[in-house]
């Protein structure tokens, strides 16, 4: 399986890149609208056809990619089905699988950072969003976040994969790459104060809202494009 990883400096967002290297069907998570022109070139100069283009979750800090990257290349697009997003191709719940090439990408909902949060598993890979970061997880107190239900999504879905899953998140902010389960079972300091210390930390942490969240929210409930453009 053809693998990138891909970065938007402003946002502190990774985009992931991955195809079938046999009938070059690729799958682009998380991308970020002004990287668009980025992800096509790359697109073309390594032969590839778009099939899918999908979000993690609703984005507060950045506006997604995914309506310009439908209109340009004819993929098809997909959200969590709790965001409502009524632009979008595919509803995606638990149990979904998208299939490009030979390969199988399987949908986890794992909320609590937003309510719309997913997290995607292929092979031995996992695109967490922003549900589980490297040493740490995303924020509960916006898009009704909810750290208990963050908290278990984590311990319960994510942590029962195999140890050596590697973790692939949509932000980094201390200059890591990836990880794996098994090292954030034993390094993530939030995680291990236990259900009922991480709920009162992730409760105290009062941070300023996402710079963009006022312009996000309402551009990515619209695929990332204004409403005349919408289809």
Not at 67 to 86: I, Q
Not at 157 to 168: C, E, F
């Amino acid at each position: 399986m053809l693998f990138r990883q891909l970065f938007d400096e402003e946002t502190w967002t990774y985009t992931y890149l991955i195809a079938d290297e046999e009938n070059h069907e690729a799958v682009l998570i998380d991308p970020v609208k002004t990287r668009v022109d980025r992800d096509i070139k790359l697109l073309d100069e390594l032969g590839l056809k778009l099939t899918y283009a999908i979000d993690t979750h609703v984005h507060a800090d950045h506006i997604t990619g995914l309506g310009d990257l439908r209109e340009r290349t004819g993929c098809k697009t997909g959200v969590s089905a709790n965001g409502k997003v009524d632009c979008i191709d595919m509803n995606l719940k638990e149990g979904d699988i998208l299939t490009f090439g030979n390969h199988k990408l399987h949908v986890l909902e794992t909320p609590g950072h937003t309510d719309t949060c997913l997290s995607f598993v292929c092979e031995n890979i996992v695109f967490t969003g922003d549900s589980l970061l490297i040493r740490g997880c995303g924020r509960s107190d916006f898009q009704q976040g909810d750290a208990g239900k963050l908290y278990d999504s984590i311990t319960h879905k994510l942590y029962a994969l195999p140890d050596d899953t590697q973790i692939r998140p949509c932000h980094d902010y201390r200059g890591m790459t990836q990880s794996t389960i098994g090292e954030e079972k034993i390094y993530n300091p939030r995680i291990n104060l236990g259900r009922e210390d991480f709920i009162k930390f992730m409760n105290n942490l009062n941070l300023p809202n996402p710079k963009k969240i006022h312009e996000a929210v309402p551009a990515n409930l619209a695929c990332g494009q204004p409403e005349q453009e919408t289809v």
